[in-house]
């Protein structure tokens, strides 16, 4: 009598599910095959590893790297330790721009430290780059991939997006959505009074990407300034007793430090594990198509994203423009994923 009670009651809980489900209620991540651009950096560090802990949802076919938050010998070695750290060797990375499109280079040692992960020591990895740009990796892959198949998530400048664009237009063909974390509207700058530092770094190609017309969802400081480290929530990763847990509670500690002291905030920001959580589980943001415009012109306005969030231009909506986030439901995810890794 009890098996068949248990029996029946567990096929009611999976008509219940996929009655939800069908009916959109619940957003079950759709599985995507994903390239991950960064410079990583401290951020970077923690959304590659939630990437890569999180299979299921998302087939990492390359990481890209990018010079942005320090220069790119160190991004790539950095990129290389998030790979190892995640026991994910699989995973191919490919060194791309040295330097943005037009601009001079710019960096954020102040924020990422000399070797750009701050709170944890660095070290060699075993595993080299793969061989060729990174660049022509996009071009050689996008060109080849089945049509809208391939998310790419841009988590530092845009440049070797906006160079491949260049090179081959054609490689829209094979682009499901760009993801950016990159912007600001409501929230203001944090590299200048208006400007993020991701488009500040290379606006030139965040409008490359912009004009090419990919779908296109920027996650910017406007969500991820509202998803904030706490004690508790660096508790919750020290809780984990693993490495991963270990590490990114030591870098964040670290690296929210600086955001902590320059907003007077109770925590900091990890802006760039927000994309991939927005791409593992949507339903924790909120946000609405705008038009946006970005700002390139030498001035106090350079690398300015303008978001009209109120459609007061009623021009063209060019990009998903992301708001809002459920800060603890970003932490319990991240712990749950990081608690999958040694
Ligand atoms: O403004 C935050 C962004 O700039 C993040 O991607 C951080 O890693 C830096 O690249
Ligand atoms: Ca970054």
């Not at 063909?173 to 770094?201: C, D, L, R, S, W």
């Not at 970005?294 to 459609?311: L, V």
Request: contains cysteine; neutral net charge; hydrophobic residues 45%.
């Amino acid at each position: 009598m009890h098996t068949c009670r248990r029996y029946f009651s567990g096929l009611l809980r999976s008509a219940a599910l996929l009655t939800l489900l069908s009916a959109g209620a619940l957003h079950a991540a759709e599985k995507r095959d994903l390239i991950i651009d960064t410079d990583p950096g401290a951020d970077d560090v923690v959304a590659l590893l939630l990437a890569l802990a999180s299979p299921q949802e998302l087939n990492v076919l390359a990481i890209t790297t990018v010079a942005g938050n320090v220069r790119i010998d160190k991004t790539s070695r950095n990129a290389r330790l998030a790979r190892e750290w995640a026991g994910r060797e699989d995973v191919p990375v490919y060194a791309g721009a040295g330097r943005p499109l037009v601009r001079s280079p710019i960096y954020a040692e102040n924020i990422h430290g000399k070797e750009g992960l701050p709170g944890v020591d660095v070290h060699e990895p075993a595993k080299p780059l793969a061989t060729g740009n990174a660049v022509q990796y996009l071009v050689d892959t996008l060109s080849k991939a089945a049509p809208h198949s391939i998310t790419i998530a841009m988590l530092g400048p845009q440049t070797n997006l906006a160079l491949a664009l260049v090179q081959a237009p054609e490689i829209t063909q094979g682009i499901k959505e760009v993801v950016v974390m990159g912007g600001a509207h409501f929230n203001g700058g944090n590299i200048t009074p208006v400007a993020e530092f991701n488009i500040y770094a290379d606006p030139d190609a965040a409008k490359v990407v912009l004009a090419s017309g990919v779908k296109l969802t920027y996650v910017p400081l406007d969500v991820t300034h509202k998803i904030l480290t706490s004690d508790s929530r660096i508790r919750q990763l020290e809780g984990l007793n693993n490495q991963a847990g270990k590490l990114v509670s030591s870098i964040l500690n670290e690296y929210v430090k600086a955001d902590m002291i320059h907003y007077g905030l109770p925590g900091g920001p990890v802006h760039d594990a927000s994309v991939i959580a927005w791409l593992l589980k949507p339903e924790l943001f909120s946000g609405r198509s705008v038009n946006l415009v970005i700002d390139n012109r030498e001035g106090p306005g350079f690398g300015q994203t303008i978001a009209d969030w109120y459609d007061t231009l009623a021009q063209n909506k060019n990009v998903f423009w992301v708001g809002n986030g459920d800060a603890q439901g970003f932490f319990d995810l991240l712990t749950q994923r990081l608690g999958r890794l040694k």
